[in-house]
């Protein structure tokens, strides 16, 4: 009995490990703007990557913030480097601040890339909360901010992200309806993908 189970143990941990380092097709953009197909190491990523383990032409290498501009994974997504601010403030967790943090860093990560179009929305997922950003074409990258604060045990949220959602919607002269929903789209990226969706005019998915 004690062999059947640690039989099952090592099988149970090698589908983890072969789970969490597949190889699959890919491409990376050097900083030139030449892309090179490859084979990638793909982590299964929770949190945006900051170098990648690819090969290509029987040769392994890692590639950094400072070697590549973005890459791509076949049936995963695109990934592309990008110069961002945001607001440091936790949104979860035990250390929630009495009042809004108004720290703001500036770093250069990874954007995963949810949609590409007029209007972009990205992803980045840190170690301590996710981030979501977006781009109005030939214009930089912004934070849809969102923030958390609890005193005592009362919490309350700062939705700016809504308020700029609602702007991008009025400017482009969408339906009042989809401006009504704004007040209930969370801060995921289910429903902000199917605003941006809406404000690029995707006929086939614009119901929020």
């Given at each position: 009995m004690k062999k059947y189970f640690l039989l099952l143990k090592i099988i149970v941990l090698s589908i983890s490990l072969y789970a969490q380092n597949k190889i699959?097709?890919?491409?990376?953009v050097d900083l030139k703007g030449?892309?090179?197909?490859?084979?990638?190491?793909?982590?299964?990523?929770?949190?945006?990557?900051?170098?990648?383990s690819i090969e290509s032409s029987n040769e392994k290498k890692t590639l950094?913030?400072?070697?590549?501009?973005?890459?791509?994974?076949?049936?995963?997504?695109?990934?592309e480097k990008a110069k961002i601010s945001l607001h440091t403030n936790p949104i979860g967790g035990l250390?929630?601040?009495?009042?809004?943090s108004d720290e703001v860093i500036t770093k250069e990560v990874f954007l995963?890339?949810?949609i590409a179009e007029t209007?972009?929305?990205?992803?980045?997922?840190?170690?301590?909360?996710?981030?979501?950003?977006f781009k109005e074409k030939d214009q930089e990258i912004k934070e849809l901010i969102y923030r958390v604060k609890q005193k005592e045990l009362q919490i309350t949220e700062d939705e700016q992200y809504k308020r700029t959602l609602s702007n991008l919607l009025e400017?482009?002269?969408?339906?009042?309806?989809?401006?009504?929903?704004?007040?209930?789209?969370?801060?995921?990226?289910?429903?902000l993908k199917?605003?941006?969706?809406?404000?690029?005019?995707?006929?086939?998915?614009?119901?929020l």
């Open positions: 699959l097709s890919g491409y990376y030449d892309t090179t197909y490859c084979k990638i190491k793909f982590r299964d990523w929770a949190i945006n990557p900051e170098s990648i950094g913030l400072n070697d590549i501009r973005a890459f791509g994974v076949e049936n995963y997504g695109r990934y250390s929630l601040p009495e009042e809004y995963k890339v949810v209007y972009s929305l990205f992803e980045l997922q840190l170690p301590t909360r996710v981030y979501y950003f400017s482009n002269k969408l339906p009042g309806e989809g401006q009504q929903r704004v007040s209930s789209i969370r801060y995921d990226e289910e429903t199917k605003v941006f969706l809406l404000l690029n005019k995707d006929t086939s998915e614009n119901t």
